[in-house]
C-alpha cells in the first residue's frame, strides 16, 4: 500500500514547478551554435494526448553546454 501512496502523490500537479532549466535547440547547425541553456524556461501543464513531462535528476553529458 505505501507505494501506491507514493505514486499518487508523485502524480500531484501541485508539485511541479512553474519553470524548468531546460536545453533548448534554437535552429538546425553546430550543437555549440544552437543549443542554449535557460533557467526560467515555463514547465508545460498541457501535454498532448501522447506527451509526458520527465524530471530529470541526473545525466552526464560529453560536453559542457555551460560554455
Keep these: 500500500m505505501k507505494s501506491n501512496m507514493m505514486k499518487s502523490s508523485r502524480n500531484n500537479k ?8 531546460a536545453a533548448q535547440q534554437t535552429n538546425f547547425g553546430n550543437i555549440r551554435d ?9 514547465v508545460p501543464r498541457e501535454l498532448s494526448p501522447k506527451g509526458i513531462l520527465i524530471h530529470v535528476i541526473a545525466t552526464e553529458a560529453p560536453i559542457d553546454l555551460a560554455n
Design 14 to 21: 501541485s508539485e511541479i514547478p512553474s519553470v524548468m532549466r
Design 34 to 42: 544552437v543549443l542554449t541553456l535557460s533557467d526560467n524556461v515555463p
